[in-house]
């Protein structure tokens, strides 16, 4: 209670409204998988189309494993999942770095060049990949002459120009750092000496602001070039090159999207640039700025160089996409400095599907490679965070005896298995007629989105066009369904005039309770939307008043959802109950701090099975 100690009038902030629920997003998927370059492990990023993913990591391009190359199936699922209908999206990079045939430690498969044949400086890729086998172009840009008397106009401290002397000087035409106190404006060349501008030697010098442009042509058919512009030599300014390229950036943004870094120990800009370009380009940009009649003295021949003889192009090499991860990387680790794998999925809240495209590829070749990661997968979502379901895929090229025996393998409330894989039109085929096998998690996860934003997350996510499919890896037939549907494993089918479809909607649990995969997720829904929106709760006097008021908050909340079509009855009190009172704490609940509530709820299910039946009739005949 407030104090009152002195007269006077006191105006207090209170609350009338009752606390409320709100609903918890369904429709946020989590990848997980290999990809050609981004980041491994730390905190995955928010997508929210498939060019985030391909600018951060690195395209639909084939991946390569141990020389032999191999379907992208992590991006083509992204693709998938934004094309059904998807709006968010996380991504986690596995990465298994490839064992280097020397005695050492193993290859960290991110790309490099060497700067200049001292080994002075690295171009080195951010991240392993063979995205990061990259063309890195610096271009010089040389303003018009800045140079007024003994002022230079428009140029800061750090930055770096080009002196071109009169001919009928001795001194050097070259870069120089610029150092501007306030008081006077001093000039550093290549050979460490101080030179004031006021310095007779610059008296017909003409003063030139250098600045370099970086763009960066990534491997991949459709990569895009990056572009930098503007930038400073110098270190500790503003746009400055080497901290732009710096090992660790300032920001996420910058550790996303610039693409490389520079090692290299310089401090002075003059002395960076010569090094990213060398003194032959440095050169030629001194030449650009001669006049002609000064080019003429020095040549009848003299020409001012071209644009491209003031830019130097460097190729990174030795990007790797290692080789396939195993299970366990899958899995990751959280006692690293930075988490791995699904535990990267632990910390974001909002996602409530998970899937690892392309897991159970190959199967034959490892099948408890494949049988592991969906077990992490299982385990993630039905263990470790409850509020989410896993979408497994059967492996490829099986036939249905194959399928129920993996099938069988499994048994989980919190997960639903999708067969056949997806045909689609590859999209790196230049002539667009070559087909492939993509699995079939990533439609899925879009069709589950989709239904939820469409109709909610109690609507079962079947009956919907698989969009991008052009076929399926074995058209099914209802006979053939009517084996594997009874098993749990959800079926995608054709049907003529209506299209690609999925056609399924169970979990793989043995529980007739949870059988079908949208009251798992709807219980799900709730669960997590009651959990968040409780928390008020927690520490509160545990009396009547609090159990009313807990009471109140959930009934709202599932009369909302009753009105909505989630719930059966003709009346709220046919859909649901919630108990919160003496009958459902005991004194020992009271002594130890517990508040239990009960709560019932008459979920909707889908109309699997649609039956009609006829018979004959006789006229006038009553029924």
Known sequence: MPEYLAPGVYVEEVSFRQKSIEGVSTSVAGFIGPTRFG????????????????????????????????????????????????????????????????????????????????????????FPGRTGNMAVTFAV?????????????????????LAVFASDQDAANGSYDIADDGMAVTLTGADGVARAITDAEFDDARIHRLTV?????????????????????????RNSLPDLFVADPRSRNAALTVPFELDTDLTSGAEILALLVGDNVLDNVGQAQRTKAELLQQSPDGEIPSAASMTRTLILAGGSDGVLPTAVTFEGEDDTPIKTGLKTFQD?????????????????????????????????????MKYRVAVLESPDNQILSEVRNFRGKFDSTHAALYYPWVTVVDPIDPEGRREIQVSPSGFVSGIYARTDILHGVFKAPANEVAVGAIDFERLLNKAEQD?????GINCFRFFENRGFRLWGARTISSDPEWKYISVR???????????????????????????????????DFLVNEWRNGALLGTKPEEAFFVRCDRSTMTQSDLDNGRLVCLIGVAVVKPAEFVIFRIGQMTVGSKH
Do not use: M
């Open 141 to 161: 840009h040389a303003s018009s002459n800045i140079r007024v008397g003994p002022v230079l106009n428009g140029v800061r401290d750090k930055d770096v120009v």
């Open 213 to 237: 442009t970086v763009t960066v042509h990534r491997s991949g058919l459709f990569e895009d070039d990056i572009v930098f512009d503007d930038l400073v030599p110098a270190r500790d300014t």
């Open 348 to 384: 974001i809240d909002e996602i409530s599907i998970v899937a690892a495209p392309g897991a159970t590829a190959n199967y034959g070749d490892n099948p408890q490679r494949a049988e592991a990661i969906v077990q992490a997968l299982i385990a993630h979502c039905q263990i470790v």
């Open 483 to 487: 084996v594997l549907n009874p098993l």
């Open 521 to 555: 997720r709807y219980f799900a829904y709730l669960s997590h939307s009651i959990d968040r929106g409780t928390q008020w709760a927690v520490f509160e006097n545990n009396s009547e008043p609090l159990w009313a008021n807990v009471r109140t908050t959930i009934e």
């Open 39 to 126: 980041p491994v492990g730390d905190t995955p990023e928010l997508l929210t189309s498939f060019s985030d993913f391909t600018r951060i990591y690195g395209g639909i391009d084939r991946l390569e494993f141990g020389g032999e190359e191999v379907v992208n199936y992590l991006a083509h699922a992204v693709r998938a999942f934004f094309d059904n209908g998807g709006a968010r999206l996380y991504v986690t990079r596995v990465y298994e770095p490839a064992v280097d045939e020397s005695p050492g430690e193993p290859n960290d498969g991110k790309a490099f060049a060497v700067l200049d044949s001292a080994g002075e400086g690295i171009l080195r890729a951010r």
